[in-house]
């Protein structure tokens, strides 16, 4: 955490209240988590930034487990919506039922009222469910019956887990609702002797549910001074170069990778690059951002923001390809 790199702005013991939390939400994880540190960056730096999570893998690989662990590090309000295809906005947000006795309509909360929401298996759930979250997501309050509710005013954050194999029976999120997560991230096959380790912490015992080791006062503290991490104009310069450069692979990229790209990111990706940037230099122990902290959250910001077409899909170009194109030919400053 190297004091000497750290430059006036945050004060001294608001920065170690912040160090503080990283540790204990990055021990907590790594309880309930065997390996994917890539993951535990992204999910901590996302929720430091105070975004929403988009996680995607195929069955079984502790999507819900990573995103419940980093939850219950917290001892807020936590919901977990099982989506399905028959499950209706009202489900999610609330509604309005009529109380004979009393002669009115009584509005009735619904689960995404919390600080913590898990959407599991999202798309499983209809377009028109899918986008009843949007409002929720963006503007954190939701309407019913007329009248518009506000979502908690500490933290509040969607967690979403998703398979990308089956396809029946699901209803693939929009570019609009894909947008309003902060990151997305890939969750991996574990090595072999990670396996070994999930089956000695079962037969231990080690992933049994344990109390939380932070409050809802704590994250938003913490939330606060990573909003007070320095970005030189330089560094803003660079990210908003990456991003413009999603929108003219043209004269950015080889013609055969261009010929990929049907969609360039939105300037959401920009505000989450300088969010995740900061997330990750006060991490690294630093109270300023630097480019190599831009490069290491590309990944998680822009898979899911840069569309590409069916061509690319038939050619199994991945994504992430183009995105270490893009950054290679943006100079850094």
């Keep these: 955490m190297a004091d000497r790199e750290r430059r006036p702005g945050i004060p001294s013991e608001e ?22 540190a890539g993951l535990k960056r992204s999910l901590i730096a996302a929720v430091l930034a105070d975004g929403h999570i988009l996680l995607e893998s195929v069955p079984g690989l502790a999507k819900t487990t990573a995103a419940k662990a980093v939850a219950d590090a917290v001892a807020g309000r936590f919901s977990r919506i099982q989506c399905t295809p028959d499950l209706l906005p009202g489900d999610i947000i609330g509604t ?8 009115k309509f009584e509005t009735i909360f619904g689960p995404v009222f919390a600080n913590f929401v898990l959407l599991d298996e999202v798309n499983r759930s209809s377009a028109k469910t899918q ?7 963006q503007e954190r309050q939701v309407t019913i019956g007329g009248l518009t509710y506000r979502m908690p005013k500490d933290v509040f954050i969607v967690i979403a887990t998703q398979n990308p194999i089956e396809q029946e029976g699901t209803y693939p999120l929009s570019e609009a609702q894909t947008d309003r997560f902060m990151i997305k991230e890939k969750i991996d096959y574990p090595a072999p002797e990670e396996e070994v380790e999930i089956l000695n912490r079962i037969e231990a015992g080690a992933f049994t549910r344990t109390p939380p080791v932070l409050t809802v006062e704590d994250l938003d503290r913490a939330q606060g001074t ?13 990210i908003a170069m990456l991003v413009d450069a999603t929108r003219h692979t043209g004269s950015i990229l080889k013609p055969a990778s261009a010929a990929y790209v049907r ?8 505000i989450a690059f300088l969010k995740m940037a900061k997330a990750v230099a006060l991490m690294a122990g630093r109270d300023y951002v630097t480019p190599d902290d831009v490069k290491a959250v590309r990944y998680p910001v822009l898979r899911h923001r840069i569309a590409l077409n069916y061509a690319a899909a038939a050619d199994e170009v991945p994504v992430e390809a183009i995105i270490d194109e893009i950054a290679a030919k943006v100079p850094t400053p």
Excluded: W
């Excluded at 969609?263 to 920009?270: I, L, V, W």
């Design 226 to 238: 990573c909003g007070k991490v320095y970005a030189d104009a330089a560094v803003k310069r660079y």
């Design 96 to 103: 309005q039922i009529y109380r004979q006795d009393t002669g």
């Design 263 to 270: 969609m360039g990111a939105s300037p959401r990706a920009t």
């Design 131 to 137: 986008s009843a979250m949007l409002e929720a997501m």
């Design 15 to 36: 920065f170690a209240r912040a160090q503080d939390v990283i540790r204990k939400m990055g021990e907590y994880y790594s309880a309930k988590v065997v390996g994917q």
